[in-house]
């Protein structure tokens, strides 16, 4: 755990713990962290844990345990996520006392029929007018105004949200605070001011910009790195069948994370201790092989070697 008084850059590594942390997770991790260590900034490691039916018993601590295996540190204590829910609670209350929000009783077999685009089912806004349901879920109101960013690797990005998801969930209908809600109130508690993450989130961050401007936060910069995938790619994940990296904290599994992100690291460094490996990473250290970058397939070599390492 590292201490610091004060810094200009801050960002953030966010597992959910649904399993152990895999390469891709792995990968994300490494350039979220190199990212902060070349500002001279703060690393936060926030557990997203707000959605206990999809937690997998022990996963926290085995993401913990592999973090620490491969050298990262982090700025302060690990944050829980599910220790904001006041916060959370309070940012829907807002919202919905000030009309930007409101209760919508729709399930997903009432929204079977509605128009889908790339963010998913495209919601025809039931119950915008009002709501009888006993159980309700929480929906965010959207605009035909054109939500855009620029993302550090991939360019001007811009959603137009009431036509490509129109209004959207922040408060599940079992009282349990969806992750948009979620991650854009830590985000602003956290003062984080960069997030580096995986491109598979990128398609939700016009709806967070828009939370972020609804409840006054500061919005962070965005730098979306391509997604690792299996050789046939299929993106890495527990769902795809990517097993857990070796919590053994073997230095040729970072050396392939610093490959995948295009680093170019020199052979030598697989027969370095991991320190050195993080000294070359951090000195070398550069997006510009990434820019544009959409996918990095990992070979069945490669994957067989990390994954066939003691667990």
Not at 77 to 94: F, K, P, T
Not at 95 to 101: C, R, V, Y
Request: proline residues 6%; charged residues 20%; aromatic residues 6%.
């Amino acid at each position: 755990m590292l201490t610091s008084e004060s810094a200009t850059y801050v960002g953030r590594f966010a597992p959910s713990p649904t399993g152990p942390l895999h390469f891709g997770s792995l990968v994300a991790a490494v350039a979220s962290y190199l990212q902060a260590r070349v500002h001279a900034g703060q690393w936060l490691l926030r557990i997203e844990d707000i959605d206990p039916p999809r937690e997998e018993p022990g996963a926290t601590d085995l993401i913990l345990k592999a973090l620490d295996r491969y050298g990262f540190e982090w700025h302060g204590e690990v944050i829980y996520q599910r220790r904001s829910q006041e916060i959370h609670e309070a940012a829907v209350q807002s919202l919905l006392e000030s009309g930007l929000a409101y209760p919508c009783g729709c399930s997903r077999r009432d929204l079977a029929d509605a128009p889908r685009g790339r963010l998913g089912a495209i919601y025809p806004g039931t119950c915008r007018n009002g709501c009888t349901a006993a159980e309700t879920a929480i929906r965010l109101r959207t605009t035909d105004t054109p939500v855009s960013f620029v993302d550090g690797l991939q360019g001007l990005q811009t959603q137009n949200l009431e036509q490509e998801s129109g209004d959207f969930v922040i408060r599940r209908r079992d009282g349990l605070i969806a992750y948009h809600l979620a991650v854009v109130v830590n985000d602003a508690i956290e003062s984080i001011t960069e997030v580096v993450r995986g491109i598979d989130l990128m398609d939700s961050t016009a709806r967070q910009i828009w939370l972020q401007q609804l409840l006054g936060y500061q919005t962070p910069a965005y730098i979306h790195i391509p997604v690792i995938t299996h050789p046939n790619g299929d993106k890495l994940s527990k769902l795809t069948g990517a097993m857990g990296i070796p919590l053994d904290g073997r230095t040729d599994v970072l050396v392939a994370a610093l490959v995948a992100l295009r680093q170019e690291p020199p052979e030598e460094l697989r027969s370095c201790q991991l320190s050195e490996v993080w000294e070359w990473a951090i000195e070398n250290w550069r997006l510009e092989p990434l820019r544009g970058e959409t996918a990095v397939r990992t070979d069945s070599a490669t994957l067989a070697a990390i994954e066939n390492g003691p667990w």
